[in-house]
Nanobody, 122 residues
Framework: QVKVVESGGGLVQPGGSLRLSCTAYSNIYSIWAAAWYRQAPGKRRELVARIRQSGATQIEDSVKGRFMISTDSAKDTVFLQMNDVKPEDTAVYYC????????????????WGRGTQVTVSS
């Protein structure tokens, strides 16, 4: 069952920007912690960025200085801001999240979205 949903992918020119969003499929959940992964054709899925419940972030070297991960104040959405994109950033981007159920304070771990395609091309 889909618990998180990605959006914001599309076609962007080299050097451009794109912002991806990851939200819980229902507003009864907030996002406790999350990570963005990507998978290019013929390659393994790789970590891009991670944000922990504390707000601490981890950005992989391949995108450091160009990509940023953040959440909104309510922790309903996790963003991946992609700046100065390159053709090698072309991939399907996936969100992996731990969800917090507000009604009973239940922590639910390790949910994947179905991905959003990012294509960098002129």
């Amino acid at each position: 069952q889909v618990k998180v949903v990605e959006s914001g992918g599309g076609l962007v020119q080299p050097g451009g920007s794109l912002r991806l969003s990851c939200t819980a499929y229902s507003n009864i959940y907030s996002i406790w912690a999350a990570a963005w992964y990507r998978q290019a054709p013929g390659k393994r899925r790789e970590l891009v960025a991670r944000i922990r419940q504390s707000g601490a972030t981890q950005i992989e070297d391949s995108v450091k200085g160009r990509f940023m991960i953040s959440t909104d104040s309510a922790k309903d959405t996790v963003f991946l801001q992609m700046n100065d994109v390159k053709p090698e950033d072309t991939a399907v981007y996936y969100c992996n999240a731990d969800l917090f159920r507000r009604s009973n304070s239940e922590l639910m771990r390790d949910y994947w979205g179905r991905g959003t395609q990012v294509t960098v091309s002129s």
